[in-house]
């Protein structure tokens, strides 16, 4: 992996993020999912992407996130948003980009366009997520579930081998970074990734993404025994090939 560094963002918070400066060349800017890292085989795989076709790169680990300060419990949709566009802006500056969002990433990605619409050259969804918070997670908790939530400010919700600290302000301020009901009018090139049989997220909500754009050239891949990581070789073959199609 390249070398990691960290941008200040105050005296108590500090961002972990991968910048490859490649002279004269776009950039591509891939976000990472819920309670993920920039350890994972998904950003390797497009660092070594971007390596071998010389490009631009630029991730993050979201504060609460990775190696990035904070506390998770202290994040939401509306901070990791923030951290994602100072990053862009310090370094992309007014220049064009492809974002490429993994799960709740596409989520942060869809934010991104309020800032950088005019420099958004294309969207790569993978296992795309939007407002899973709400009807994902809040919409299937027990109304016991609901009520210590409220009470404690916090619920530890298990899943697998994982227990995720969901907090009422993190449902809260979902619920205030709506893009589903809302349109975003561009040309660019926008493909969606998702697994078949992805048991987090349904394939409904890449296509729910897809509606959200007029007049971009849209396109669904579904990987028929792909689960929602999407991580082994052969998914990761498949996704670095709509990549340099959207290139």
């Known amino acids: 992996m390249s070398k990691f560094k960290y941008l200040i963002i105050s005296k108590t918070k500090k961002i972990r993020y ?30 070594d992407f971007v390596r071998k076709n010389k490009l631009s790169f630029l991730a993050l680990e979201y504060s609460g996130h990775g190696k990035s300060s904070g506390k998770f419990i202290n994040g939401n949709i509306t901070k990791w948003s923030k951290e994602t566009s100072t990053l862009i802006k310090k370094y992309i500056k007014k220049n064009n980009f ?31 997520a939007p407002e899973f918070l709400e009807n994902l997670m809040w919409k ?39 893009v589903l009901g809302k349109k975003i009018n561009s040309k660019i090139n926008v493909t ?13 909500y890449s296509r729910k993404v897809l509606r959200i ?12 025994d792909g689960d929602h990581s999407l991580s082994n070789y052969n998914w990761l073959k498949i996704i670095i090939k709509e990549l340099k199609l959207i290139i």
Do not use: C
């Open 98 to 128: 492809i974002i490429i969002g993994s799960s709740m990433g596409a989520w942060i990605a869809l934010n991104q366009f309020k800032l950088f619409k005019n420099q958004i050259n294309g969207f790569l969804g993978i296992g795309s």
């Open 213 to 224: 754009f007029e007049n971009a050239k849209k396109k669904l891949v579904i990987i028929k």
């Open 18 to 47: 991968i910048n490859k400066f490649q002279k004269n060349a776009p950039y591509i800017v891939f976000l990472h999912g819920f309670m993920s890292d920039l350890e994972g085989k998904k950003p390797k795989a497009f660092l």
């Open 192 to 204: 969606m990734v998702h697994g078949q049989k992805d048991e987090v997220v349904p394939v409904s």
């Open 140 to 178: 299937k908790f027990t109304k016991k579930m609901k009520a210590e939530t409220h009470k404690n400010g916090i619920y530890n919700l298990k899943h697998g081998n994982y227990e995720y600290p969901i907090t009422l302000q993190l449902i809260k301020d979902g619920r205030k970074n709506k």
